[in-house]
């Protein structure tokens, strides 16, 4: 394994548990730092990360868990600051999806809320629903765009993949009427951490003609395209939405273990082993001393005994794909990632057995990243490099992936690429599975 081994004291910090929130200590690019655009910069339309789009369940008559309140509400976002009579273990219980064994319905149809329980979304569309992002609003105020109207917020259900709830309907309705709110203007895509995988889906879904119109470029911060090695070990020992630290006792553990397992979304996010291979360790069971890379998978499943998981993560790991040239997003793309800092990638746990508790002396494996995705990750989209549009992915040592959206010199190029001339896509025609014929100008 390329790596280094850490205690859980510090993998805390890796996961982000303790890092500010950006918004509180970042300041707005300054003047010197690049000249405000005078041309009609193109609308934002922001990709958050997975759990940083504010959402509510609203329960009523549950018969999940005796223990938690029959009825009631509840909201989930990170770092939620919303009281609720729901336990951190009762909200996980009552957020684990149900799955329907039924062959006649199409896989991404077969999850469902709990009886009882209905997702909602918190004003969808407006920059209060990723209030995590404040800083990055304030730079784009500061530079001519108004909330709400030039910045607004795609935000989604991080439970599910992009192929459900709704996702590509419902964004690309928001993508036009921000369109024709700023006047016909092309928007650009901003997509951070999980963010600009529901991005690229959308891309990937859309045809050329569509993307010439309504898509002026695309800025991924540290796209989780092929996923990151520590969701493997997450399945073992849970991770509390609210703050990403791990839960403290092995009910708690078991509970979100669980609620991890029913979410498609975790195994997209899942390490990609067409794109890592067998360059990092995800798991050793220090009961039988195996280890696990990312080949491994299959392996670690059927080990863990984990057979229905198994079968979601057949279908769902690497299912938006993106390097093979085909899947290709051809609009200009204006990559940033962090690096230089050590970041988990896997874990040494006890056994196989599902809610461990996370110790002080929990062995971690890093490599170099930004604190939460690793070089493996954040590099995985030099694949996009081939295209006849423009790409650029910049490389921001030192800055952690929760600090990619606040940094001043990120915002001060996402500003200035916000105002050059659109994708230009004249081919028209190709969509996912099809033979891409779409052409782009080189960047300006």
Request: some cysteine.
């Amino acid at each position: 394994m390329n790596g280094k081994r850490v205690t859980a004291l510090s993998a805390s910090l890796l996961l982000g548990a303790g890092l500010s929130i950006p918004g509180a200590q970042a300041s707005a690019p300054t003047a010197h730092q690049a000249p405000v655009p005078r041309s009609v910069p193109a609308p934002i339309v922001l990709f958050p990360a997975y759990h940083f789009t504010k959402v509510k369940y609203v329960v009523q008559n549950q018969k999940v868990d005796a223990s938690c309140p029959a009825s009631g509400s509840f909201e989930d976002w990170f770092l939620v600051d919303t009281p609720s009579k729901f336990s951190r273990s009762c909200q996980d219980a009552l957020m684990t999806l149900r799955y329907r064994k039924d062959s006649s319905l199409p896989f991404n149809k077969r999850f469902s809320d709990q009886k009882g329980v209905e997702f909602k979304f918190i004003d969808y569309g407006k920059t209060s629903s990723a209030p995590f992002y404040d800083a990055m609003y304030t730079a784009l105020e500061d530079a001519g765009y108004v909330r709400d109207k030039s910045i607004v917020v795609a935000g989604y259900d991080a439970r599910l993949t992009p192929d459900m709830g709704g996702f590509l309907k419902r964004t690309k309705r928001l993508i036009v009427r921000t369109y024709e709110a700023n006047g016909n203007t092309a928007v650009h895509l901003v997509g951070h951490s999980n963010g600009p995988i529901y991005a690229q889906y959308l891309l990937s879904h859309t045809s050329a003609d569509w993307k010439a119109k309504y898509i002026q470029g695309f800025t991924p911060l540290a796209g989780n395209f092929p996923g990151q090695g520590l969701l493997y070990p997450v399945i073992f020992t849970g991770l509390n939405l609210n703050d990403f630290t791990f839960p403290t006792t092995a009910s708690a553990a078991r509970t979100s273990a669980k609620m991890y397992l029913s979410a498609p979304s975790t195994y997209l996010s899942m390490a990609d082993p067409s794109i890592f291979g067998d360059r990092e360790v995800v798991m050793r069971d220090l009961s039988t001393g195996r280890e696990y890379t990312p080949m491994d998978w299959r392996q670690l499943f059927k080990d863990a005994g984990l057979a229905k998981a198994r079968s979601f993560a057949a279908h769902f790991i690497g299912s938006v794909p993106f390097a093979p040239s085909r899947y290709w997003p051809n609009v200009n793309v204006y990559a940033e990632k962090g690096s230089g800092l050590p970041t988990a990638v896997g874990a040494a746990l006890p056994s196989l057995k599902v809610g461990q508790v996370v110790t002080a002396n929990t062995e971690f494996f890093t490599r170099d990243g930004d604190s939460n995705q690793e070089n493996i990750t954040n590099n995985a989209v030099k694949a996009w490099s081939g295209m006849s549009c423009h790409f650029s992915l910049h490389n921001n040592r030192g800055v952690g992936h929760f600090d990619l959206p606040s940094d001043t010199h990120v915002l001060a190029r996402l500003i200035r690429h916000a105002a050059l001339p659109a994708t230009g896509v004249k081919e028209s025609t190709a969509i996912i599975g099809q033979s891409p014929r779409t052409r782009c100008p080189p960047c300006r």
